[in-house]
């Protein structure tokens, strides 16, 4: 059985410990900083199954735009996938930063899955983004209205 709950700061370690697995091998750690565990606590969520990290959605309100929040990282563990896990973190999410009406998130252009992923739970591609973090990757930028 699948419980989300709060991400905590004890929970950093144990997720960017598996990141870069879940990810396919692509070091993503270092884009996944502690202070989503401390700062962030309120929108960002853990699944457990039998007490193991089964996956987590790291999110914020934003700062700068009354309507909207985002998403800066959501994963599954591999062995969990399919089930409904990354969906069920979504809509934690929804409902923690609701009334807000505008969630966005940004993925790579090569992640199909996740822009599969995204367009299932009821996100729409607004623009892909050349070179939208100065190193010269290509991003899509997605929304999803509440
Ligand atoms: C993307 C990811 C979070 C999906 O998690 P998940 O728990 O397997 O997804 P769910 O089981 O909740 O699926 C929800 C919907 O998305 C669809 N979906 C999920 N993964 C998919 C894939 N690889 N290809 C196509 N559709 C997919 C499901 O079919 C489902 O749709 P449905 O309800 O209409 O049948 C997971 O594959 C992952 O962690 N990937 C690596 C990390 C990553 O790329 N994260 C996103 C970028 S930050």
Request: net charge negative; with cysteine.
């Amino acid at each position: 059985v699948i419980e989300l709950r709060h991400a905590e700061p004890g929970d950093h370690a144990l997720v960017v410990d598996r990141i870069d697995e879940w990810w396919g091998g692509r070091p993503m750690a270092e884009m996944l900083p502690r202070l989503f565990f401390v700062h962030f606590r309120d929108t960002s969520f853990v699944a457990e199954e039998d007490g193991r990290l089964a996956g987590f959605l790291c999110g914020f309100r934003s700062q700068t735009y009354d309507e909207e929040a985002y998403v800066h990282f959501v994963g599954v563990d591999p062995a969990c996938r399919g089930r409904g896990v990354g969906r069920l973190l979504y809509e934690r999410f929804f409902a923690a930063v609701r009334p807000r009406t505008v969630v966005r998130c940004v993925t790579s252009t090569g992640n199909e899955a996740s822009v599969a992923f995204h367009t299932s739970i009821g996100f729409e591609i607004e623009r892909i983004a050349e070179n939208h973090d100065g190193r010269g990757g290509d991003r899509v930028l997605m929304a999803r209205r509440l």
